[in-house]
């Protein structure tokens, strides 16, 4: 029963900033490694960052120098911050996380996607 809901998507002009959030709920006991994926029309869904519990990240070529990656693990939710939105980011925008449940059960969870769209 635990779900990934994303919010912050939308229309933003090239050069813009856009702040992604990805809470989780349910039973859950811990939240291990995160990440966000996100997938262009016509294209394969393609990894943008990835962060493990202990604050370790990594970034995309594309993404570096413009995304952060970040967590709040007290109020269970990720964040994705895009500054410097090139036309070419557009797409859903994914989040996934493996998570512990209460239960010890550990399964890869993944949001609904929400839609971002760079363009003037």
């Known amino acids: 029963q635990v779900q990934l809901v994303e919010s912050g998507g939308g229309l933003v002009q090239p050069g813009g900033s856009l702040r992604l959030s990805c809470a989780a709920s349910?039973?859950?006991?811990?939240?291990?490694?995160m990440g966000w994926y996100r997938q262009a029309p016509g294209q394969q869904r393609e990894l943008v960052a990835t962060?493990?519990?202990?604050?370790?990240?990594t970034y995309a070529d594309s993404a570096k120098g413009r995304f952060t990656i970040s967590r709040d693990d007290a109020r269970k939710t990720g964040f994705l911050h895009m500054s410097s939105l090139k036309p070419e980011d557009t797409a859903v925008y994914y989040c996934?996380?493996?998570?512990?449940?209460?239960?010890?059960?550990?399964?890869?969870?993944w949001g609904q996607g929400t839609q971002v769209t760079v363009s003037s």
């Open positions: 962060m493990t519990r202990g604050g370790h990240t």
């Open positions: 349910g039973n859950i006991f811990s939240i291990g490694d």
């Open positions: 996934n996380a493996r998570i512990v449940q209460k239960t010890l059960e550990m399964s890869v969870y």
